[in-house]
């Protein structure tokens, strides 16, 4: 296994510190947005890795209808790291054993 970012580690570990970012124009871009008629959307960006979750929540129901994740590019990790584990496995023993 390659060397995997500290942050990316803990994120894959203890989750993303996510930071709304929502009124800053930014988002996912997946080449062409959906535009969500009755939609609220919103925004977050991790403060520890940079990666970016945007959101659609139905004004009317109050549902979530969309989520979109976008990762920065030096922080993508191939689905397994290590044969028979998944990644949230190796990445914890990866985190427990940095201290
Ligand atoms: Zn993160």
């Known amino acids: 296994m390659g060397r ?59 549902q979530l209808m969309s989520r979109a994740y976008e990762y920065p590019d030096d922080y993508k990790l191939p689905k397994v790291l290590v044969e028979g584990e998944t990644q949230r496995e190796t990445l914890r023993k990866v985190w427990i054993r940095r201290g």
């Open 4 to 62: 995997v970012a500290q942050e990316r580690v803990e994120c894959g570990v203890i989750g993303h510190a996510w930071d709304d970012v929502s009124g800053s124009g930014g988002g996912v871009d997946k080449g062409g947005k959906k535009v969500l008629q009755g939609a609220k959307r919103k925004v977050f960006r991790c403060t520890r890795c940079g990666t970016v979750r945007e959101e659609a929540w139905s004004k009317v129901t109050g």
